[in-house]
């Protein structure tokens, strides 16, 4: 089955610093890689995602790249603020079968001081 | 349009006893998930429904753990003769699935807390 490991499993950063986190995963039949984030005591919701079929998408201070060789992609969040504070989680999914059951990181807790 | 509703919201129970967990996806989504979440843990997967395919399993991680989806909606969660390490956030997720992987849509979870 699907492997996914996240680095850092927690991220401290000063308010305008970038943020990067970074996924691997071990199946190649991957091809949808999406972004949550879970503020405290909150749901996980998406904030990004991504297919096999392009290598970086950007929505605003978000950005994802995907390396479908070396099996990894990576989450950047440019002039971080406060409010991004929070749990980030990434996931790997195929359509093994006709199911998409994504496979979820460890989650990086991401900590923007003011 | 209301979000996927779960129930209840805090479970506090003994060791030994049975616990039923609820779900009520978003309506018209087909795939509906349950996953786990303990502290400082990542997201672990428990089992998944599709349509009317039978459900994946896999994630299940012994046979105490059960669920059920009637009629293609609400979902329940059944853990029997629960123990310690049971305690966790159980969290069910709906997707849409229009032919291809795309975006949970989650709950707010049920805490789950064994003593």
């Known amino acids: 089955g699907e492997n996914v490991e996240q680095h850092p499993s927690t991220l401290s950063v000063q308010e305008g610093d970038s943020a990067v986190i970074k996924c691997t995963y071990s199946d190649s039949a991957s091809n949808y890689f999406p972004w949550y984030k879970q503020e405290l005591g909150k749901r996980p919701q998406l904030i990004i995602d991504i297919r096999s079929n392009v290598g970086e998408k950007k929505d605003q201070r978000i950005a994802v790249t995907l390396n479908k060789t070396a099996k990894h992609f990576s989450l950047h969040i440019t002039e971080t603020q406060p409010e991004d504070s929070a749990v980030y989680f990434c996931?790997?999914?195929?359509?093994?079968?006709?199911?998409?059951?994504?496979?979820f990181g460890r989650g990086t807790s991401l900590i923007v001081h003011p | 349009g209301a979000g996927v509703s779960q129930s209840p919201s805090n479970k506090v129970t003994e060791k030994g006893k049975d616990v039923e967990l609820r779900c009520d996806p978003i309506s018209g989504h087909t795939a509906l998930y349950w996953y786990r979440q303990s502290l400082g843990q990542g997201l672990e997967f428990l089992i998944y429904?599709?349509?009317?395919?039978?459900?994946?399993k896999s994630g299940l991680p012994s046979d105490r753990f059960s669920a059920e989806r009637t009629g293609g909606s609400v979902s329940t969660l059944t853990i029997q003769r629960t123990q310690q390490e049971d305690s966790a956030v159980y969290l069910c997720?709906?997707?849409?699935?229009?032919?291809?992987?795309?975006?949970?849509?989650f709950g707010e979870g049920s805490r789950l807390t064994v003593l």
């Open positions: 997720a709906s997707s849409l699935l229009p032919g291809g992987p795309g975006e949970l849509f």
């Open positions: 429904f599709q349509g009317n395919s039978a459900p994946d």
């Open positions: 996931a790997a999914s195929s359509a093994s079968g006709g199911s998409y059951i994504p496979t």
